[in-house]
């Protein structure tokens, strides 16, 4: 059943984890360090082990926890059992994952909820154990007070009428000498076995449903209370929580620099489309959070791209963007590992990559970087925020234009393409290549055409270089999957400089071919081209493991495997006799007289 279950999950998840798990080679490893490396000293990773899976303000919930197991054992609780069985996998995945694409520390969310439901199954099962202790001892003390109190009994040579239980408004017995005899009734049909399925009285009702209510009605409020107090034990030992809450979620109209913020917004929406790239800095949290500036596209309807965005953890453009912008800020965050980082004095050299990435806007904030922007002469200042209504607190920003950056433009030397490279290999020569000055005018490719120059990694650089025929892109129009131009001359390969990725697909030419650091490049074959963003075999696979999934569920619906070994509780639980059949051959089983009058 499990397997089963499993499966069907499986099949239901296929149209996305089967495209993520066949194109895992075109994300980003941020290569986030790991949490108590093994390389540390023994006792430092031994502490931090315990200081992550053992927190101190969670010490509560893993007391409950260990209360679960038992309970779980002593009660054969599955759900207990399979909660356990997960926080030891999630605690050991946390303590030998390697280093690599899953940081190990987004693992811990997922211990702390497991354990806290294993918490709540252990304080649930202890009060109603409790719960169940009570009214069966004031069940017993009834019983005693019913015992202490008799009914009446008959007095001396009177006896109480009997009256057949099974008929209501029984007559009296006939009397003797009577001459009519009326007819029998019909007698009475059978009455069916009592089972579970069949309907129980009112009373049987109040013995088994209120007993249950208010066990039930006990646990919820022992949980409540319970993860209650733990919650607020918890804010109160980790005291930037809700300050941190609050913070987060007080909306960004509530800060103190919103006006600047929204000044900035609006500041940006006027200009022509394109995309930006702002110079990033710890003050820009004043705003609410640092990566305020990502929502640029949705404060300016998608008229202003940010070069920065949602998916920075994932899109294999990622690593370049972060070595572009370290040339062109004072305070660069640099987040993925094993690159190499420049700093403001390269600033000449990160507007010649942000041309090759078809940046359009820079956005700069600290003297630093004014300053040096002022000097190039590929930038041109074409706005500023900042209004006498509107002191700043992060800074008066200035907006470049980035000349001859356009999206779509015809390429000067035939790219080489990179033999012995797989897809998970890219990073390493393209990010050497992008971090090359006197490489950036000549890409490397993942494949092309046959005609193009093929060669090893380390021997690219030295190939001589093939010059190709000028050619004018024009026309050029983008939506979020697509991009249309017109090329003055097919046959001559043309850049466009959007993230590749194997769903992109050309009509007007061949390609699109992967190259450095991650755009796209095509070879047309017709004045217009187009491309857009389609479904591959992967995702029609995935499509279809989808509606297996769904016809799965329909299936599960329609099967009724054998019944489960009944647990502990219902094995021990002692038979009702007022609820229980009768006894074959018991008097109560024998059919009623016909009654006479």
């Not at 992550?52 to 599955?78: E, S």
């Not at 009060?127 to 007070?145: C, D, E, K």
């Not at 300016?300 to 070595?323: D, K, Q």
């Not at 219902?570 to 018991?586: K, L, N």
Request: aromatic fraction near 10%; proline fraction near 9%.
């Amino acid at each position: 059943m499990a397997a089963a279950i499993g499966g069907v999950a499986a099949l239901l998840t296929a149209i996305w984890s089967l495209p993520l798990v066949a194109r895992i080679g075109y994300t980003t490893d941020m290569g986030w360090t790991k949490l108590c490396k093994t390389a540390e000293a023994h006792k430092s990773v031994r502490d931090c082990i315990a200081g992550n899976l053992l927190p101190h303000d969670l010490r509560w919930a893993l007391v409950l926890a260990i209360v679960g197991v038992f309970t779980g054992v002593a009660f054969a609780r599955r759900a207990n059992t399979g909660l356990f069985a997960l926080a030891l996998i999630l605690a050991a995945a946390f303590v030998f994952t390697p280093e690599a694409r899953l940081w190990n520390a987004r693992l811990l969310p997922f211990y702390y909820l497991v354990v806290i439901l294993l918490a709540a199954a252990g304080l649930a099962d202890v009060a109603g154990a409790v719960s169940r202790m009570v009214l069966a001892a004031a069940a017993a003390v009834s019983r005693f007070r019913a015992w202490l109190r008799p009914g009446p009994e008959p007095a001396e040579g009177e006896e109480l009428p009997a009256v057949d239980p099974l008929v209501e408004g029984a007559v009296d017995p006939p009397v003797e000498g009577d001459a009519v005899q009326a007819e029998a009734p019909p007698p009475l049909p059978d009455l069916p076995p009592v089972t579970s399925d069949t309907a129980v009285t009112s009373d049987t009702a109040r013995r088994w449903l209120v007993p249950d209510l208010a066990t039930f009605a006990t646990k919820a409020l022992v949980v409540l209370l319970a993860l209650g107090a733990g919650v607020w034990y918890t804010y109160d030992t980790r005291g930037f929580i809700p300050g941190w809450i609050r913070w987060n979620y007080s909306g960004y109209e509530a800060k103190p620099a919103y006006p600047e913020f929204r000044e900035v917004i609006q500041t940006m929406a006027k200009l022509p489309a394109g995309r930006a790239l702002w110079e990033p800095s710890s003050d820009i949290d004043k705003y609410g959070t640092t990566l305020a500036l990502e929502l640029l596209p949705h404060f300016t309807n998608g008229r202003i791209g940010s070069m920065e965005g949602l998916y920075f953890e994932s899109a294999a453009t990622t690593p370049y963007h972060f070595m572009m912008v370290s040339a062109l800020a004072k305070q660069p965050s640099n987040p993925v590992q094993d690159l190499h980082y420049r700093t403001l004095a390269d600033f000449d050299f990160g507007v010649r990559q942000m041309r090759l990435m078809g940046v359009r806007y820079y956005m700069a904030q600290s003297d630093e970087a004014k300053r040096a922007a002022d000097a190039n002469p590929d930038l041109h200042l074409v706005a500023e925020t900042g209004s006498p209504s509107v002191k700043p607190q992060v800074a008066r920003w200035r907006i470049y234009e980035v000349l001859d950056s356009p999206l779509v433009e015809g390429l000067r030397n035939e790219p080489v393409v990179l033999e012995g490279v797989s897809t998970h290999g890219w990073l390493g020569p393209s990010s050497a290549w992008f971090d090359d000055p006197n490489a950036l005018d000549r890409l490397l490719a993942a494949g092309g055409p046959e005609s193009w120059a093929r060669a090893k990694p380390e021997a690219a650089k030295d190939l001589p270089r093939t010059s190709l025929p000028q050619v004018e892109v024009t026309g050029i129009a983008s939506g979020d999957d697509w991009i249309r131009f017109h090329v003055s001359r097919p046959g001559v390969p043309v850049l466009v400089k959007t993230s590749f990725f194997p769903n992109w697909m050309a009509d007007g030419a061949n390609g699109p071919w992967r190259v450095s650091p991650n755009l796209m490049v095509v070879v047309p074959t017709k004045s217009d081209v187009s491309l857009h963003y389609g479904r591959t075999a992967v995702d029609w696979a995935g499509i279809l493991g989808t509606l297996l999934g769904v016809a799965g569920i329909v299936f599960l619906s329609r099967w009724h495997p054998g019944p489960l070994p009944a647990r502990r509780e219902e094995i021990e639980q002692p038979v009702d006799s007022a609820a229980a059949p009768p006894e074959p051959g018991s008097p109560e089983e024998e059919p009623a007289p016909a009654l006479t009058t």
